[in-house]
């Protein structure tokens, strides 16, 4: 039986990647990021009404904070999941910038070196995923699981098994600031997502990323620097993921665990694929990506207010996950047939 061909929307040639069309506002917010909206809207006035306290200033001040972290990584993992690939080391690299930045705060490191800090060490992680991915042409699920137990041993022997305690108030800001009544961090989230939604729109290398995720081969053969993307969106994600770390110690204060990140790859990987970001890679956006970590933290927010098992939140988003990829199994196959 003759394999269905997957290439015909796909350019021919560097010349027809760089004349693709960028994407409207219109288009960016498809049927998903509608839904998503719609979600959130219901969501909100039905909690609203059951539970006042849901919807108080504060409480959606506690969300937006709490999905910063999320939101900031997630912006990456767009990336990364475009591409077709995927990190679920983000939640032990998380941890490692953490106790390196928190260290460094300890030993009375100011602002600017703690940033520099923890975007190197999480840049530097993630270049190491984008050049094992890259070189060794290895599934990034591979690799970066793998990273993801390495970095543990590496955060638990950094801190010797034990608790940072005593840490100097230098980012709490980053944890708890407010800008315009928003929280500090949200602004962070933004920013990096306005960053990315213009690169991915509107530079050609930006769309290259789409189709390395439609047909690796084919974006080869058209002229695409695969290895050099590949490197690019997974040290992008990293250095991500060294901003996510100072929201964290900021939000931690005065103690930094050594189990930080726990679980943190999932709420992620939840944010980017129920945002629309199709986990088969070519297709998504970070509008998605920050609709989806506001559901993400609605959904564990509405759990701690209704008083339900917080377990039950992780249960609802891996189902989640389990019904977005299908949809997209169920698309693709469509379009193949």
């Not at 027809?16 to 979600?39: F, K, P, Q």
């Not at 100011?110 to 290895?138: C, D, M, Q, S």
Request: proline content about 2%; some cysteine.
């Amino acid at each position: 039986m003759a394999t269905p061909n997957r290439t015909h929307a796909l350019p021919a040639t560097v010349g027809d990647l760089l004349r693709l069309r960028t994407i409207g506002w219109r288009e960016a917010l498809e049927a998903r990021e509608a839904s998503i909206l719609a979600v959130l809207v219901v969501m909100g006035i039905a909690l609203g009404i059951a539970y006042p306290q849901f919807g108080t200033l504060d409480n959606v001040d506690n969300i937006l904070l709490a999905v910063a972290q999320v939101a900031i990584v997630g912006v990456g993992m767009t990336m990364v999941i475009i591409t077709g690939g995927i990190d679920v080391s983000v939640g032990s690299a998380l941890s490692v910038c953490a106790v390196v930045v928190a260290m460094r705060i300890q030993d009375g490191a100011g602002i600017p070196e703690a940033l520099v800090v923890g975007i190197a060490v999480g840049a530097g992680i993630g270049l190491v995923n984008g050049l094992l991915i890259g070189l060794g042409r290895v599934h990034s699920i591979i690799i970066t699981f793998g990273m993801l137990n390495l970095l543990r041993v590496v955060s638990f022997k950094l801190t010797g098994g034990k608790w940072l305690t005593g840490l100097p108030d230098t980012l709490n800001y980053f944890g708890s600031g407010t800008l315009l009544k928003l929280p500090f961090a949200w602004w962070i989230a933004m920013a990096m997502a306005a960053v990315a939604t213009y690169y991915l729109r509107r530079r050609p290398t930006g769309r290259h990323l789409y189709a390395l995720g439609g047909n690796a081969e084919t974006a080869r053969l058209a002229g695409v620097a695969v290895l050099k993307r590949t490197i690019f969106v997974y040290t992008i994600t990293g250095a991500l993921v060294g901003v996510a770390s100072l929201v964290f110690v900021g939000q931690a204060g005065q103690v930094v665990q050594t189990n930080v990140g726990y679980g943190f790859e999932l709420d992620v990987i939840a944010a980017v694929v129920i945002g629309g970001t199709s986990i088969l890679g070519g297709k998504g956006t970070v509008i998605g990506t920050l609709l989806g970590a506001l559901l993400v933290g609605t959904i564990r927010n509405a759990f701690v207010i209704v008083d339900i098992n917080p377990l039950w939140a992780d249960f609802i988003l891996g189902a989640l996950i389990l019904l977005t990829t299908a949809l997209d199994l169920l698309r693709r196959r469509g379009r193949e047939t």
